[in-house]
C-alpha cells in the first residue's frame, strides 16, 4: 500500500479499542436472543467508519451493525466493530476489532485488535502476518493431531444438526475441539500456531476477511465449500487449516454430509 499504511489502520483501530468497556454499556437483540448488539458495538463502528473514510477518502463500507452495506467503490473496508458480541457482553476477553481493506477486489490488509488479550494481529498481501510486531507462523501438526475450532451455528440452529455431524467425524479423526466465541480471534489463533483446524457453517465477510488474511499470510488456508477464499461480499461456510493438505481433507469430510452451501 503506497498511500496509507498498516501501521496507521492498527493505530485507529487500537485508539477505537478504548470504547470497550467491561461494564457500563447497553445490550440490545438484533430480532433473536442469540444475535447481540451492544452500544460499544455502534460506537466503535462510528468512531471507525469516521476515522478510515478520512483516511481513504472515497471509500466504501461493509460493516456488521447499521446495515451499512456500501460496497460500490474500489475500495472497501469490511469491519466488524466487535467480533464475539456475546463474549464481550459477559466480560470474556474473546472478543476483537475486526478491519480487512479490499482494493479493486483484492483482499489487500487485515487488522485484528483483541484489547484484552493484548494482541494485534496485521496482515498485508504478500507481506506475512504478525503478532505484535513479531513474525508469526501457522504450525506443522498433522490432522490426527490437529485442534479443531468451530461452533454449531449459533444464528441459524436448524444447521446445528449438519454442524454436528461434521464436527464429530472431524473430531474422531483428530486431537479435540474448542470453541471460543469469536472467529476472528480463532483464525488469528490459528495463525500463531495454536490450532490447527477450522469450520463455521456460516459466517459473514466481517468475520473472516481481516483474519482470514492474517492466517494465510502465515501460511494457512482459508475457504469454501468450492475450495476457493470465501466470499468478501455475503455471508460464507469457512473451512481452514494450518496447511493446505489439512484444509483439504476436512473439506472432504464437510463434503460428505453437504452436496452444497444450505442456504
Ligand atoms: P459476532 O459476535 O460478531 O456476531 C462465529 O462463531 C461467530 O458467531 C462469532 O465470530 C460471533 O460473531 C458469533 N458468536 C459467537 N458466540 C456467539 C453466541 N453465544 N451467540 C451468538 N453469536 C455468537
Ligand atoms: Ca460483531
Keep these: 500500500m503506497k498511500d496509507i499504511t498498516i501501521e496507521q489502520i492498527s493505530g485507529i483501530v487500537q485508539e477505537a479499542s478504548k470504547l470497550m468497556h467491561h461494564s457500563g454499556f447497553e445490550i440490545h437483540d438484533k430480532g433473536s436472543r442469540e444475535n447481540l448488539v451492544t452500544s460499544s458495538d455502534i460506537a466503535v463502528q462510528h468512531f471507525l467508519t469516521g476515522r478510515l473514510a478520512a483516511l481513504l477518502p472515497g471509500c466504501g ?25 456475546a463474549n464481550y457482553a459477559r466480560g470474556n476477553e474473546n472478543c476483537a476489532i475486526s478491519v480487512a481493506l479490499v482494493r479493486g477486489g483484492i483482499l489487500t490488509a487485515g487488522v485484528v485488535y483483541s484489547p484484552w488479550r493484548n ?17 508469526i507462523r501457522v ?51 490459528m495463525a500463531s500456531g495454536q490450532a490447527e483446524l477450522y469450520f463455521e457453517m456460516r459466517l459473514q465477510p466481517w468475520d473472516y476477511a481481516a483474519a482470514g488474511l492474517v492466517l494465510q499470510e502465515a501460511g494457512g488456508a482459508v475457504c469454501t465449500l468450492d475450495g476457493e477464499f470465501p466470499s468478501l461480499r455475503k455471508a ?3 473451512v481452514a487449516g494450518n496447511n493446505r493438505s489439512n484444509a483439504g481433507r476436512l473439506l472432504k469430510i464437510v463434503h460428505k454430509y453437504l452436496e452444497k452451501v444450505p442456504y
Design 236 to 238: 460464507s461456510l469457512v
Design 139 to 189: 504450525s506443522s501438526r498433522a490432522f490426527e493431531d490437529a485442534i479443531l475450532f468451530t461452533a454449531m451455528s449459533t444464528y441459524r440452529k436448524e444447521f446445528a444438526k449438519a454442524c454436528n455431524d461434521i464436527i464429530f467425524d472431524t473430531y474422531m479423526q483428530s486431537n479435540d475441539v474448542r470453541r471460543f466465541g469469536s472467529a476472528a480471534v480463532e483464525l488469528c489463533l
Design 61 to 85: 463500507f461493509l460493516c456488521e451493525e447499521e446495515n451499512l452495506n456500501d460496497l460500490q467503490h474500489s475500495d472497501v473496508w469490511i469491519i466488524d466493530p466487535i467480533d464475539g458480541t
Design 119 to 135: 494482541e494485534l494481529y496485521t496482515a498485508e498481501k504478500d507481506t506475512g502476518a504478525f503478532l505484535n510486531g513479531e513474525p
